[in-house]
């Protein structure tokens, strides 16, 4: 009895640890699975912001708090609101407690493609999460009420059919 009195404790925090220590690595896998998704879901919607006049080295921002986006340039595309709502909607499926502050949009204008024709040039496109935490639920027991993630990052080029770099040469197609 006294052993069991000793040892239960102990196998009791052991279990809750190991549970614990699981849940902590499936939210980091499904933060890791939005990042993934999310990227890939904005390259193959149109842009959040209005990327015509995208140069090489220009970088521009996109975030979204209560569902109105902004971008560092100040040009969101006309229905940049709706495709960030569609980005984020497809990134929840795979982490549902994922919030819009955390997801950061960057698209980069690089020296990819052809500058010479319209939309010749690829741009580099980021999707960041950022402040991400998992909530712990016997953590808060031994003080250690959640666990914040390092920020999530993916990058691949996007289309390029939504970029001009130079004005269109008269009778070139």
Known sequence: MVEFAISFPILILLSFGLLEFSLVVFDYQRAAEATRRGVRM?????????????????????????????????SPSLDADALFQSLFAEMRLAYPTLIE???????EGTKVG?????????????LQLQ????????????????????????????P???????????GKK
Do not use: W
């Open 114 to 126: 052809d500058e010479n024709i319209d939309g010749g040039t690829l741009p580099l496109v980021t």
């Open 160 to 170: 390029a059919n939504y970029v001009v770099t130079v004005p269109p040469v008269k």
């Open 42 to 74: 904005t390259i193959i919607e149109p842009p959040i912001p209005n990327t015509a006049q995208l140069l090489v080295g220009d970088v521009i921002v996109c975030t979204s708090t209560g569902g109105t986006v902004s971008c560092t340039d100040g």
């Open 101 to 107: 502050e955390n997801v950061v949009v960057t698209y």
């Open 131 to 158: 402040n991400v935490r998992h909530d712990m639920i016997v953590g808060p027991l031994i003080g250690i009420p959640y666990i914040e993630f390092p920020d999530f990052a993916t990058t691949v080029l996007g």
